[in-house]
């Protein structure tokens, strides 16, 4: 079964510098990737996500994410953070075939500093 | 565009009571799911159903139950509430097939006392 790390619980960035968000993903073959964000009080939205292709990924709000199979990560960047970035980041692997049923990282609180 | 709707959003309830969470869709999406969600934990797959009348457990499903009368509608039914199922309750939907983004409803805070 697949299963997804993302090992800091919280980051603290500055307003303007720049972030990353890790992942890694444990999965036999190539997994569906994605990154959801859930601002405070609501629910998850997808920021973006990888299938094939490209493995630089750009979505929406300024983030982009990379996938590098050699280290079965898939790791969230951003090159200025604003304030209203302040929220929970999700990563999440799928896999192919059958019921598609992804399972989630634990998450990571992003605290955005004046 | 409704999406995913839940309801309520919070509900206070006594130790063994029992209670609905409503949930609909208007994407006319097959797969729904349960989540819960604990500070620290992530999200917990509670049940999911991949189309009217199918439903499954996920890694949660103790406490809970749930039907899929109709594409629409996927509501949890907690029986016997207890204070272990304290938590922000999720559902969500998606198209059938891998890979398709989740959408999720804005979440329903219970507490148990």
């Known amino acids: 079964a697949q299963s997804v790390t993302q090992p800091d619980i919280h980051i603290t960035v500055s307003e303007g510098a720049s972030l990353e968000l890790r992942c890694n993903y444990s999965?036999?073959?190539?997994?569906?990737l994605f990154w959801y964000v859930q601002s405070p009080g609501q629910g998850l939205q997808l920021l973006l996500k990888?299938?094939?292709?490209?493995?630089l990924v750009q979505g929406i709000k300024g983030f982009e994410a990379e996938f590098k199979r050699s280290q079965s990560s898939f790791n969230l960047r951003k090159p200025s953070v604003h304030w209203s970035d302040a929220a929970e980041y999700f990563c999440?692997?799928?896999?192919?075939?059958?019921?598609?049923?992804?399972?989630f990282g634990r998450g990571t609180s992003l605290i955005v500093h004046p | 565009n409704a999406g995913v709707t839940q309801t309520p959003k919070f509900r206070i309830l006594k130790i063994g009571q029992s209670m609905t969470l409503q949930c609909a869709q208007d994407?006319?999406?097959?797969?729904m799911y349960w989540y819960r969600q604990d500070p620290g934990m992530g999200l917990k797959l509670i049940y999911y159903?991949?189309?009217?009348?199918?439903?499954d457990k996920g890694e949660v499903p103790n406490g809970y139950n749930v039907s899929r009368s109709t594409t629409e509608d996927f509501p949890l039914r907690l029986e016997l509430a207890a204070p272990s199922q304290t938590s922000v309750y999720f559902c969500?939907?998606?198209?059938?097939?891998?890979?398709?983004?989740?959408?999720f409803g804005e979440g329903s805070w219970l507490t148990v006392v």
């Open positions: 159903s991949v189309g009217a009348g199918i439903t």
């Open positions: 969500a939907s998606s198209t059938s097939g891998s890979g398709n983004t989740i959408y």
């Open positions: 994407m006319n999406h097959n797969y």
């Open positions: 990888y299938f094939s292709g490209d493995t």
């Open positions: 999965y036999g073959a190539t997994p569906y």
């Open positions: 999440a692997v799928g896999v192919s075939g059958g019921s598609y049923i992804p399972t």
